[in-house]
């Protein structure tokens, strides 16, 4: 008798909890390869359409699923989970997390209350221990209402991965590859091996001009020809459109921080100061590529400090 009233009071905890605002864009899983999908979230700034601007993906196997990111709210999250539930009723196993950047992480607490294990990179508690993290927290409780609210919280991860680690679900078999330190405070990427489908997180940003923020650039460049060598015949960007042509989509994003790493090594060696060396390049190559005006100024401020530092 004691055992059902406690059942009976827990109930309406449950059900609130699972009880998250509805978005109204459009969260459409799209299948890449045989059991691999992913989410296309759409190319904005970080508080557009209801924060929905970071993929996500997800992988369907006999014994569970796995899922890629979390998505920048519980909402869209939950949105997404109703994609996953249309074609399986597979329980949500594991979610690899890229990295810790809020949007792809404010969605996990979903994925959590389905029972699953969080795995994150090395890294992933520089963050959550950050002022940053709280602080961001609290202003998107504001920027993002209703999507992310008082009821948001930060996920802690079940495991972290600080190298290269293989696994299998059902008969699916993965390779996490851990880059340490270089979009993020750590950063890792998912290959599905049976669907030859590669999620990298933020080390790709197709169709856009990357966010630089306080990434290790050099790293960051050095990475993608690791990334560049992985065998894979799909490839999920962290932002942008999923493709078949990989090489491709990590196009852009290589093309330019490259670019940006030749051009401000040669001011920072000459002493040349940032307004003088920001003015004096050539950006015609990259400034009709969407969110150019937005970010090129401030990555390239950020790449010459880094420089600064490091030369
Ligand atoms: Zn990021």
């Known amino acids: 008798m004691k055992k059902l009233l406690l059942l009976v009071s827990l109930l309406p905890l449950f059900s609130q909890a699972a009880d998250y605002e509805k978005v109204s864009v459009e969260v459409v ?16 700034a970080a508080t557009e359409y209801e924060g929905f601007i970071s993929n996500a993906g997800f992988v369907i196997t006999s014994e569970g699923v796995v899922v890629f990111d979390g998505l920048g709210t519980p909402s869209l999250a939950d949105a997404m989970l109703n994609e996953i539930r249309k074609l399986t009723d597979k329980p949500i196993k594991l979610v690899i997390v890229s990295h810790y950047h809020a949007d792809h992480i404010y969605g996990l607490q979903v994925f959590k209350e389905q029972g699953a294990q969080i795995w994150a990179p090395k890294g992933t508690w520089d963050y959550l221990d950050s002022e940053t993290a709280t602080s961001l927290l609290d202003s998107r409780r504001t920027a993002l209402y209703p999507w992310v609210n008082d009821e948001t919280y930060l996920v802690d991860p079940d495991r972290i991965i600080d190298k290269d680690t293989n696994f299998s679900l059902g008969e699916n078999q993965f390779l996490l590859t851990y880059f340490g330190k270089v979009h993020s405070e750590g950063d890792m ?22 966010f630089v923020g ?9 990475t993608l020809d690791r990334v560049r ?34 051009q401000l090594t040669l001011a920072v060696d000459e002493m040349t100061p940032f307004d003088e060396a920001y003015n004096a390049i050539d950006w015609s190559e990259f400034e009709d590529e969407p969110a150019f005006e937005a970010a090129n100024r401030k990555n390239a401020y950020a790449v010459y400090l880094y420089l600064e530092r490091v030369l």
Request: net charge negative.
């Open 189 to 210: 990427s998912l290959l599905s091996i049976n669907d030859q489908t590669l999620y990298s997180g933020d080390l790709i940003f197709e169709g856009r001009i990357p």
């Open 214 to 222: 306080d990434a290790d650039i050099i790293k960051w460049s050095k």
């Open 229 to 262: 060598n992985i065998e894979m015949e799909y490839f999920v960007p962290g932002h942008g459109m999923a493709s078949d042509q990989p090489q491709e989509t990590m196009d852009l994003t290589y093309r330019y921080l490259n670019f940006l790493i030749k």
């Open 29 to 44: 899983a799209e299948n890449l390869n045989g059991s691999a999908y992913y989410i296309p979230g759409l190319s904005g």
